[in-house]
């Protein structure tokens, strides 16, 4: 079992940046695939960012490629997703998950969930 927590939500004017963190419990974290994902309101569950175990290769949705960074520290059992020039449309809970198989960008190849955190973002 792999608890995952989210914080560093809020709001931010467009073009702002915010990082989220997503810290992890009760495996080894390095054997995990780690993702991110986001819902708007009235909105499918959507891939933002992947990255592999060792933090090696990643993984990013064509939306924010370019603006967002995803980063781990396995010593901390921690993920980050780096936010950069956030646009309106960017609102949405952001949630982190854990996959104990190989990266993907398919939310239901995911085993574990947080509780998402908010971000929103005004124009």
Do not use: H
Not at 28 to 52: C, D, H, L
Request: with cysteine.
């Amino acid at each position: 079992q792999v608890q995952l927590v989210e914080s560093g939500g809020g709001l931010v004017q467009a073009g702002g940046s915010l990082r989220l963190s997503c810290a992890a419990s009760g495996r080894t974290f390095s054997n995990y695939a780690m993702g991110w994902f986001r819902q708007a309101p009235g909105k499918e569950r959507e891939f933002v960012a992947a990255i592999s175990g060792g933090g090696g290769t990643t993984n990013y949705a064509d939306s924010v490629k370019g603006r967002f960074a995803i980063s781990r520290d396995n010593a901390k059992n921690t993920q980050y997703l780096q936010m950069n020039s956030l646009k309106p449309e960017d609102t949405a809970v952001y949630y982190c998950a854990a996959n104990k198989a190989l990266l993907s960008r398919l939310w239901n190849a995911y085993d574990y969930w947080g509780q998402g955190t908010q971000v929103t973002v005004s124009s």
